[in-house]
Each structure stands twice: as C-alpha cells, then as structure tokens.
C-alpha cells in the first residue's frame, strides 16, 4: 500500500526555519513527480511547491519562492522542502502527495497523499 509520511514540523517564531520530510513507500519514487500543499483553518489546500521525476524541474507559488526549496532523494525514497525566513502566514498542515503527471500544480491532479504535519509560526 502507497504510503507517505510527513514529519519535521513544529512551532518557530517568525524569521526561522524548518525543513520538511516526506518517506515515501510501496511505489516507485522515481517515476512520480512530487509536491507540496498546505491547508490553513478555514481555507482551501494550497499548492505550494513541485518536483518533477525527470530532471528535478522545480515549481513555486509565489509567495514562498526565494524562501523555499523542494527537493528529491532518490536513493532515500525521499521529499524534502526547506522553509527559511518563515512567516505567520505560512502557518498551516503541510502535505505531500504524489503524481505521475510530469508537472501540477492542482491538488486534482494527484494520484497519493500524506497525513500531513502542522507548522505554526509565531510572531
């Protein structure tokens, strides 16, 4: 069975960083493009980032690029997405979720998907 996990949130004060892990397992990582979404209270899951199986192509909402790098290991089966300069806005449930499209950026449009883990930033 298709699983992900998230792990590595928390709570930070504003200004500082986290970095998310997403273990992958029960399907081929390589051959599923990957992405990140969040969900604050009250709002729709948002993408937030993607990485595409050939090449490593990377995509980013607006509001986080220069601030967030997602990225792939292969070998460890894999997702990782780096938060720096966080901001209180950022605070939500991080998921990951995969898909065998090359890029998307729609949550429609993928096929697997995590629990999810909570990042609050404090002000």
């Known amino acids: 069975q298709v699983q992900l996990v998230e792990s590595g949130g928390g709570l930070v004060q504003a200004g500082g960083s986290l970095r998310l892990s997403c273990a992958a397992s029960a399907f081929i990582f390589s051959s599923y493009s990957m992405g990140w979404f969040r969900q604050a209270p009250g709002k729709e899951r948002a993408f937030v980032a993607t990485?595409?199986?050939?090449?490593?192509?990377?995509y980013y909402t607006d509001s986080v690029k220069g601030r967030f790098t997602i990225s792939r290991d292969h070998a460890k089966n894999t997702l990782y997405l780096e938060m720096n300069s966080l901001k209180p806005e950022d605070t939500a449930v991080y998921y990951c979720a995969a898909t065998r499209r090359l890029v998307a950026m729609t949550k429609d449009e993928y096929d697997y998907w995590g629990q999810g883990t909570q990042v609050t930033v404090s002000s």
């Open positions: 990485i595409s199986y050939i090449g490593g192509t990377t």
